[in-house]
């Protein structure tokens, strides 16, 4: 029988549905792996069963019994227990108080019985050749990769029989996640289901028995790992889209070179890339997240420090912040990632944060005319068509849609004519997607420069002009043409990359 | 006008209760509302005011400013010690003051832009290191007497109209055209509504928060030379009463004390309505420290009306 048996799962959040019909069974002593790409609904998949996040609708068998966690305590309480990436741990306590808390041994006065938590912890890292931690080690002298491992023992010292690792490999080094993998393994043969996650499929072949794919928010297939084929995965996991939200891709770049990018390096997360931007062109940059797409589009802007040289249109320059970023007609632009907190004043009007980057333009004697502002907002808001009832509309009650044109509006507003757009269209509803990929479009035919960032795949497939795949703060391809395709793309995201 | 009710509806709110406070205090004591009573009231009025406007450049760039105190007991004792009386040598010492009050203004702003050095924490400092300056400086001793011309500044009147009250009043033009006017306005509001989101627009930050303390240092020093020509002499803890003031004329005003809002018309409200308060709380025959309590109480009030009316607001943004 199985452990887990999933039905019809569905959870929304407001007008987002981010789970519509989620089925899945798994048995106990198998290792599961889930697989999807962002935003398919993995993440909010494992939040339900690990008790952070109550579901709307389907059932939950567990043992063929109802399972409805309240809250984490309570799916513990149910022997599940689940690993994040975003570490749940306390700097300021040591690492055996970590792997405890809660649940620390107690004497017979309540107290915690630190002898008991030593012994206890010493035979839990033994007992699963956890690498070298010392107890007693405050946890905020550790490096991310040791705080991925308290984070493993604090679920396992729950004795769970359900143990969800979501991208626990991600922030290991090579042993430790060769570690990791083994671990996995005889969790399994101790009879527990772990459930992995993870977009190393190299990983996911080596250790999963059986895998089920997610999509948009549903399950689209199950599958005994040695009965399918790397191609049919990405081939599920992509899934077959409508491309008439797409516009017609009529090539206009130029022979001009806009960005010319050498050896930029930010850190870890970026090494050493290089590439040139042509006037006219659509730049697509992919590849999972997490692997330098930022940081690059932060570099350029002037928002992260980097090395390396940066022309813009055939002109060395040496960008600190945005500010010299955003110099005229031949700076650079960014429409950033995080459109709340860094691209919008929330409690201030759509005037005043389309003209933030260029009020000094409508000054005469230092004093600001609020005529000339007037006109140029309207004509601002008639040419995105952005939906406020008055130029005075508060930027925050406006729709996600909206928020993000009135972002473009404002560095439009600049004159820059290289574009950074990362992930422009994220939490934008279709509708104005369509809009902004056209707007891109037109842009590119009028001689911009357009570098894209999307965690869509499809997206960049149907408006870029090329794609660079990002693999580890580095480009691991450019593509071209007809070779811009999902399954290119992911096959230079992720098949080539070991756990390292 | 609606609109401009709606989107000043705190500043207005200040005036209202201004007009309220006044009213009630002249049924507790008749003889409040004469001239000669309101010109007072007004001098008075203007010493918080012109500290406050630097406070109030400060905190809507989303800092504070508690050197205050200081550099206004700096700039009234070492003007009388170098004046000593006379007026002449106020042509240099002016200059010399004003340039003064700006720099621990301009240390102050590179501490907090450049250095990431929280505000609370640097402009205590600076307050501190100036307090002990003074100490060695004087010995403690009282300063000669201030020259004649900073008390007809302060005292002294122009076709019936007090000459500090003028200069608060050009001052209010001055602050308003930055605010609502200048680039340098917008620049300050966004900077107070999210550095970050300023930032990512090009608005210079480190430049704009260094401008506020400059300008809060500038506004203190001269209102403590203003301050010696009321008093007619400087002495040690002259400033420390407008630590409080400033930031309170602030808030009764409508800004928030997280940054991104407010104005210095407000802030004049707010000066106003303070020392309204004094002048009412004698007149309920209450005792000193009974008065103290309520003058805090009331202002506690005052200024948790408008914060909460701004939760409400930020709440309903968040909603939607």
């Not at chain 2, 009213?23 to 004591?29: C, E, G, K, P, R």
């Not at chain 2, 403590?224 to 407008?242: I, N, R």
Request: proline residues 3%; hydrophobic residues 50%.
């Amino acid at each position: 029988m199985d452990l887990v048996t999933v039905n019809g799962l569905t959870k929304r959040y407001g007008g987002i549905v981010a789970l519509s019909d989620a089925t899945f069974s798994a048995r106990a002593g198998e290792v599961h792996a889930l697989l999807g790409e962002n935003g398919a609904g993995k993440s909010t998949f494992i939040q339900i069963l690990s008790g952070a996040v109550r579901h709307d609708g389907g059932s939950i068998l567990i043992d063929g019994q109802d399972y409805r966690p309240a809250n984490p305590d309570a799916a513990q309480a149910r022997g599940i227990a689940a690993v994040f990436q975003e570490l749940s741990l306390i700097p300021d306590l040591s690492v055996e108080q970590n792997i405890w808390f809660r649940h620390e041994p107690r004497t017979l006065l309540r107290t915690v019985n630190r002898g008991e938590m030593r012994r206890k912890t010493l035979a839990l890292l033994e007992k699963y050749s956890f690498p070298t931690l010392r107890p007693d080690r405050e946890l905020r002298r550790l490096t991310l990769a040791e705080r991925q491992i308290v984070e493993i023992a604090k679920g396992l010292a729950k004795d769970p029989r359900i143990i969800i690792l979501d991208e626990a490999t991600s922030a290991l080094p090579a042993r430790e996640a060769e570690w990791l993998l083994k671990l996995t393994r005889q969790l399994a043969a101790e009879g527990r289901l772990v459930i992995f996650i993870s977009h190393r499929m190299a990983e996911v072949r080596a250790i999963a028995d059986r895998l089920t794919i997610f999509r948009n928010g549903a399950t689209v297939a199950a599958h005994e790992a040695n009965a399918v084929s790397d191609n049919e995965i990405v081939a599920q996991m992509i899934g077959r889209h409508l491309d008439r939200l797409y516009p017609e891709r009529i090539p206009t770049a130029t022979d001009r070179v806009a960005l010319k990018v050498q050896g930029i390096s930010s850190g870890s997360r970026l090494s050493g890339v290089e590439f040139a931007l042509r006037e006219g062109e659509v730049l697509g940059v992919g590849g999972l997240q997490g692997h330098g797409q930022r940081e690059l589009f932060q570099a350029l802007f002037g928002a992260t420090r980097a090395t390396g040289a940066v022309e813009l249109w055939g002109k060395p320059v040496s960008i600190a912040n945005p500010r010299q970023a955003l110099t005229g007609r031949d700076g650079i632009a960014l429409v950033p990632e995080d459109r709340r907190g860094q691209g919008l004043l929330l409690t201030k009007s759509v005037r005043e944060n389309l003209t933030l980057s260029v009020i000094k333009r409508f000054t005469e004697n230092g004093l600001l005319s609020r005529q000339k502002e007037a006109e140029l907002v309207k004509e601002m808001v008639d040419f995105l068509r952005i939906k406020a009832g008055t130029p005075e509309q508060l930027a925050g009650t406006l729709s996600g849609g909206n928020q993000q044109k009135v972002i473009f509006g404002k560095m439009l507003l600049t004159q820059a004519r290289i574009l950074l757009l990362y992930d422009p269209t994220r939490g934008v509803d279709v509708g104005t997607k369509g809009e902004i990929f056209q707007l891109m479009r037109d842009l590119a035919a009028k001689g911009y420069a357009i570098l894209f960032h999307s965690s869509d795949m499809p997206e960049l497939v149907h408006v870029a002009d090329r794609v660079m795949v990002m693999r580890n703060g580095r480009i691991a391809a450019t593509l071209e043409g007809d070779h811009i395709s999902e399954e290119e793309i992911l096959r230079a995201a992720m098949l080539e990359t070991r756990a390292a | 006008m609606s609109a401009f009710l709606a989107r000043n509806r705190l500043i207005v709110l200040a005036y209202a209760g201004m007009v309220v406070l006044l009213l009630v205090t002249a049924l507790f004591s008749p003889g409040f509302l004469s001239v000669s009573n309101m010109r007072s009231t007004v001098v008075l009025a203007a010493f918080v005011g012109i500290v406050a406007l630097g406070q109030t450049f400060v905190i809507i760039g989303g800092g504070i400013d508690l050197s205050v105190p200081w550099v206004l007991n700096s700039a009234a004792i070492i003007m009388a010690l170098l004046c000593g009386g006379q007026d002449v040598p106020l042509v240099w010492v002016t200059p010399l003051l004003l340039a003064g009050g700006a720099f621990i203004g301009l240390i102050n702003g590179v501490g907090v832009a450049r250095f990431g050095v929280p505000p609370i924490i640097m402009t205590l400092a600076t307050n501190v290191i100036l307090q002990g300056l003074i100490l060695v400086l004087t010995g403690g001793s009282p300063t000669p007497s201030a020259p004649a011309l900073i008390q007809f500044l302060s005292v002294g009147r122009i076709g019936g109209f007090p000459v500090i009250a003028l200069i608060w009043l050009a001052l209010t033009l001055v602050a308003t055209l930055l605010l609502s006017k200048a680039a340098f306005g917008r620049h300050l509001y966004a900077l107070g509504t999210s550095a970050t989101v300023a930032e990512f627009s090009g608005v210079p930050t480190a430049r704009t928060t260094i401008l506020t303390y400059v300008a809060s240092g500038l506004t203190a020093a001269f209102a403590g030379m203003l301050l010696t020509g009321y008093s007619g002499q400087a002495y040690l803890g002259m400033g420390d009463a407008y630590l409080f003031t400033s930031i309170a004329a602030v808030a009764i005003g409508g800004a928030s004390i997280l940054g991104g809002s407010g104005h210095y018309l407000g802030t004049v409200a707010g000066a106003m309505v303070l020392t309204i308060l004094t002048g009412l709380l004698p007149a309920l025959n209450l005792s000193s420290g009974a008065l103290l309590i309520v003058y805090g109480a009331v202002i506690l009030l005052t200024v948790s009306i408008g914060s909460e009316a701004f939760a409400g607001l930020g709440g309903r943004l968040r909603r939607n």
